[in-house]
């Protein structure tokens, strides 16, 4: 299948990019930096597009043409989580892009949701679930999921919401809680301060990860 991935040289994405073209997928690949192609293993296997969408997404529209399916995982300013920037910038960025792509015609449109949507409930979770967002990253992916739901009753697109949550493994982001717990370990602290320590969490390799997102498309 024909596969447009935003976000591709992202954590997530550049994993996505690899298993998709794995799978024997023709993949177009876009991300707002060019100088990071230089470092996607994948780079002489995809077609890479800089496009940084909240700018202007008319690259990536043009190039959705005769796409079958667009993953979209870009959403940058993370792992900053409050920032308002998420609900004034990243959503409504979000929602015109999409909405063009499926006016476009894109039949099958992948979203990266995340566990956040369902705030500080505790234990197993379900897809079913109430959602109950306690952070503007949350909230903003949460209202992005109900936006794209009722734009289906206008625009004739399937969407999948795959819900991130918490991942490890090569590419991640050096602020994040594994990469600080790694770099504490390596550098032979004998204490890591981070919270009373009291809290389960389930963490998935990020090439597990992507694996799922390939089943999925």
């Known amino acids: 299948m024909k ?24 993949v177009t690949a876009l991300g707002r930096d060019a100088s990071k192609l230089e470092r996607m293993p994948w780079r002489d296997r995809a077609t890479f597009i800089a496009c940084d969408l909240h700018r202007d997404f008319a690259p990536a529209i043009d190039r959705a043409r005769g796409t079958e399916v667009l993953v979209h995982l870009a959403w940058p300013g993370l792992p900053n989580y409050k920032d308002s920037f998420h609900l004034e910038r990243n ?17 099958r449109i992948v979203v990266a949701g995340t566990c956040f ?45 795959v819900r991130l949550f918490y991942m490890h493994g090569e590419g991640q982001n050096p602020g994040s809680l594994l990469a ?4 504490a370990i390596a550098e032979g602290r004998a204490r890591f301060d981070m919270s009373p320590g009291d809290q389960l969490r389930d963490y998935l390799s990020i090439e597990e990860v992507a694996a799922n997102f390939a089943k999925v498309v």
Do not use: C, N
């Open 3 to 26: 596969v447009l991935v935003t976000g591709a040289t992202g954590f997530v994405g550049r994993h996505v990019v690899a298993r998709l073209l794995e799978r024997g997928h023709e």
């Open 117 to 161: 949507e369902y705030g500080m409930q505790h234990g197993p979770l379900r897809e079913d679930m109430a959602t109950f967002p306690t952070t503007a990253y949350g909230l903003a992916k949460d209202a992005l999921r109900k936006s794209l739901e009722m734009l289906r009753k206008s625009e004739p697109f399937t969407l999948q919401w």
């Open 180 to 183: 600080q717990l790694d770099r």
């Open 91 to 107: 959503l409504p960025a979000d929602l015109r892009f999409l909405a063009a792509a499926a006016r476009e015609g894109i039949a």
